[in-house]
T-cell receptor, first 112, second 115 residues
Framework: ELKVEQNPLFLSMQEGKNYTIYCNYSTTSDRLYWYRQDPGKSLESLFVLLSNGAVKQEGRLMASLDTKARLSTLHITAAVHDLSATYFCAVDPSNTGNQFYFGTGTSLTVIP | ETGVTQTPRHLVMGMTNKKSLKCEQHLGHNAMYWYKQSAKKPLELMFVYSLEERVENNSVPSRFSPECPNSSHLFLHLHTLQPEDSALYLC??????????????FGPGTRLTVT
């Protein structure tokens, strides 16, 4: 059974702190996607990691991909309140754009 | 309008009703998707249309029937639903296949309640 597991599922962190969200997946996939969802809103694309060793950064978020370990990380640096959201990773084992499996999501709350 | 739009945003229907959800994308994409998002469950991919042909149907009950008349429009026809079908239904679009494949742009969703 194909699995995409994120941990932690819930994360409460103080402003200014650093933390990492992990995404493990059980199938081969040459790409990995990170999305953000604010409460009551839809999903917004954050990063598309295209190959092994890929690293992308946007503001206080940095994502990386290790396809051999089937692991991606989303690192948060010096968290601020407006990063509070649920973060999802997703893989496409078909490598065609026709089949996506999402992780369960990590609900992040940044506390002042 | 820009991006991906969905109508209606909220829908309450009885188990014997027939209704349709509509999705429209203004991004020039060639693939469209229906997802179901339920509480405490991962996002579930229901249907995929690529170049207007259905390419994936992930064991979805026949009470859900998709339709893609062109690359910009996607419908989900609903009939004789069950209360457990209550969820947020999300539409997304992307380029597929090809080097730009996979990065999906999501609509705001339709919150469906089946009574």
């Amino acid at each position: 059974e194909l699995k995409v597991e994120q941990n932690p599922l819930f994360l409460s962190m103080q402003e200014g702190k650093n933390y990492t969200i992990y995404c493990n997946y059980s199938t081969t996939s040459d790409r990995l996607y990170w999305y953000r969802q604010d409460p009551g809103k839809s999903l917004e694309s954050l990063f598309v990691l295209l190959s092994n060793g890929a690293v992308k950064q946007e503001g206080r978020l940095m994502a990386s991909l290790d396809t051999k370990a089937r692991l991606s990380t989303l690192h948060i640096t010096a968290a601020v309140h407006d990063l509070s959201a649920t973060y999802f990773c997703a893989v496409d084992p078909s490598n065609t754009g026709n089949q996506f499996y999402f992780g369960t999501g990590t609900s992040l709350t940044v506390i002042p | 309008e820009t991006g991906v739009t969905q109508t209606p945003r909220h829908l309450v229907m009885g188990m014997t009703n027939k209704k349709s959800l509509k999705c429209e994308q203004h991004l020039g994409h060639n693939a469209m998707y229906w997802y179901k998002q339920s509480a405490k469950k991962p996002l579930e991919l229901m249907f995929v249309y690529s170049l207007e042909e259905r390419v994936e149907n992930n064991s979805v009950p026949s009470r859900f029937s998709p339709e893609c008349p062109n690359s910009s429009h996607l419908f989900l026809h609903l009939h004789t639903l069950q209360p457990e079908d209550s969820a947020l239904y999300l539409c997304a679009s992307s380029f597929a296949p090809g080097p730009l494949r996979g990065e999906q742009y999501f609509g705001p969703g339709t919150r469906l309640t089946v009574t």
